[in-house]
């Protein structure tokens, strides 16, 4: 018999730890309705939930959803217990949010990474490099002249730190990222696999006599404070001089690109694919939603939001949400929208007073050519 707490050799993924409803409901410090004996082996959504399996009910409109689920138990928001039907042979977990419990249940059933430390046999270090008795350096690593891993850090398959990079401490670089010279990373950073801290930026200028673009020299670099964290294939480009900077806190998705120079505040939140042109500002707490792109040296202030697929031509106020392509205050930009999907209607009627005008006059009006 599986132990509760335990690893299920029976159970499949991360989610192999099973808690019985009453176990879980004692972490969490939650109200327990329902059987407490009943096995918790992985989280799913209410429409897919089995009967060993965990979901969550953040508003009385899932009550619904609830009675149709086979799931065995459910977290409950405070807002939503209510209205709660009875939990007959089920648990319902009452927690003042179901989201945030829902984070502490995943880091249970999939606890952070950890690393032994010491250097795998194929790393290749610099003998002016200092890595902490604590790190772990993962096979094919290149650390290069001077450059400094902290401890507990770990660095890991493949990837290549340039000369004079720091890594702070506890600080985890996945396989195949490059961080190229004199770039510094704080505490607590985590590069995902692909990410490039560091390339040269994008700039030139045209030669006089041929016209043909310079390159323009980046002598700068990038600082990322603690608690960065930045997805798969991103790139951080360094400043032409001084430093591009990531806010402590900020998280960056997957293929995001920051040009050279860029100031990113704290705890800022950048999706999949959004692009930030060269020496662009955001204040402490900005959301930029998926593929938003920002021309250069705009700003956007603090607590902003900008909708997804924006197109960003001017500097934004602090705490106000923008959106469109080009991007503009959210109420005039749905009010544009609007008034768009209004003109097929409009040119309709427009045709249909035209014709009915040329039948009535000796001089018709004549719609303008196509």
Same mark, same amino acid.
């Given at each position: ?10 159970? +499949?993924?991360?989610?192999?730890? $099973? ?19 009943? =096995? ?16 969550? #009910?953040?508003?009385? /409109? ?8 086979? %799931? ?5 928001? +405070? ?29 249970? $059933? ?12 194929? *790393? #290749?270090?610099?003998?002016? *490099?200092?890595?902490? /008795? ?11 002249? =001077? ?35 004199? %770039? ?30 310079? /390159? ?28 591009? =900077?990531?806010?402590?806190?900020? /998280?960056?998705?997957?293929l995001v690109q920051i040009a050279h120079n860029c100031v990113i505040g704290k705890c800022c939140i950048i999706c999949g694919m959004s692009g930030l042109s ?12 998926? =593929? #938003? ?19 960003? $031509? ?13 991007? +503009? ?22 045709? !249909? ?12 009006? !004549?719609?303008?050519?196509?």
């Amino acid at each position: 018999m599986t132990r509760t707490g335990a690893i299920d050799p029976n159970a +499949r993924g991360p989610a192999a730890v $099973m808690f019985t409803s009453g176990e879980l409901a004692a972490r969490l410090q939650a109200e327990l309705r329902g059987p407490s004996t009943i =096995r918790i082996r992985g989280l799913e959504s209410l429409d897919a939930a089995g009967p060993e399996q965990l979901s969550f #009910v953040r508003d009385p /409109k899932f009550w619904t959803m609830w009675s149709a689920s086979r %799931c065995g138990a459910a977290l409950v928001s +405070r807002r939503a217990a209510e209205s709660a039907p009875p939990p007959g042979d089920r648990a319902q977990l009452i927690v003042p949010d179901a989201d945030s419990a829902l984070i502490q249940i995943l880091s249970m $059933m999939s606890p952070p990474p950890t690393f032994e430390p010491g250097i795998h046999e194929s *790393a #290749v270090i610099d003998s002016t *490099a200092t890595v902490s /008795k604590s790190a772990h350096i993962g096979p094919g690593v290149v650390i290069g002249p =001077r450059s400094f891993v902290g401890e507990r850090a770990a660095v890991l398959a493949n990837s290549v730190l340039g000369a004079d990079v720091s890594i702070g401490r506890h600080s985890v670089i996945y396989p195949n990222v490059v961080i190229q010279d004199r %770039c510094i990373l704080g505490e607590h950073v985590t590069l995902h696999p692909g990410v490039v801290v560091g390339a040269d930026g994008f700039g030139y200028y045209p030669d006089p006599r041929t016209r043909m673009p310079m /390159k323009i020299p980046h002598i700068g670099s990038v600082v990322i404070e603690d608690h960065v964290e930045i997805g798969s294939n991103s790139t951080i480009d360094r400043g032409k001089f001084g430093a591009t =900077r990531i806010g402590a806190g900020t /998280k960056i998705d997957n293929l995001v690109q920051i040009a050279h120079n860029c100031v990113i505040g704290k705890c800022c939140i950048i999706c999949g694919m959004s692009g930030l042109s060269g020496s662009v500002t955001l204040g402490d707490g900005v959301t930029l939603a998926g =593929r #938003v792109g920002i021309a250069d040296n705009h700003v956007i202030g603090a607590g902003a939001t900008v909708g997804a697929g924006s197109g960003v $031509m001017d500097d934004i106020p602090p705490g106000e949400t923008w959106l469109g392509h080009p991007a +503009r205050p959210g109420r005039t930009a749905l009010r544009i929208i609007a008034s768009i999907q209004q003109l097929p209607d409009l040119a309709a009627e427009v045709r !249909k007073l035209v014709r009915s005008q040329a039948g009535s006059s000796q001089n018709p009006i !004549k719609p303008p050519a196509a």
